[in-house]
């Protein structure tokens, strides 16, 4: 299996809701975990910041959590991510020993 993208850089991104698929929502949960910057974000990855997000709201457990980070960091629709990145993005979460 190819692995996707990584993160893109963009810099020019000053605020967390300024990345794509990420609202006030998803914004706030983030915070929460100690992630407010997209440099914050792109240093901890998807899986880490999925995974902390999980902790603290078990709602978020399903993948369009995962899908909406990574496309975040990826700048991509979460809603149209190739079925490919979405089995690599669950290879992934099971290496973390995340089972759900």
Same mark, same amino acid.
């Given at each position: /299996?190819? #692995?996707?993208?990584?993160?893109?850089?963009?810099?020019?991104? *000053?605020?967390?809701?300024? /990345?794509? !698929?990420? &609202?006030?929502? /998803?914004?706030?949960?983030? *915070?929460?975990?100690?992630?407010?910057?997209?440099?914050?974000?792109?240093?901890?990855?998807?899986?880490?910041?999925?995974?902390?997000?999980?902790?603290?709201?078990? @709602?978020?457990? !399903?993948? /369009?959590?995962?899908?909406?980070?990574?496309?975040?960091?990826?700048?991509?629709?979460?809603?149209?991510?190739?079925?490919?990145? #979405?089995?690599?993005?669950?290879?992934?979460?099971?290496?973390? &020993?995340?089972? @759900?």
């Amino acid at each position: /299996m190819k #692995k996707p993208p990584k993160p893109l850089d963009q810099g020019q991104l *000053s605020t967390i809701q300024s /990345m794509r !698929n990420i &609202g006030p929502k /998803m914004k706030g949960y983030l *915070s929460q975990v100690g992630v407010d910057t997209p440099a914050q974000l792109r240093g901890l990855g998807p899986i880490e910041a999925f995974l902390r997000l999980t902790l603290l709201a078990p @709602h978020l457990r !399903n993948r /369009m959590a995962l899908y909406a980070i990574y496309g975040a960091l990826t700048d991509q629709d979460c809603l149209r991510l190739p079925q490919e990145t #979405k089995d690599w993005l669950e290879d992934e979460l099971k290496k973390a &020993g995340y089972e @759900h």
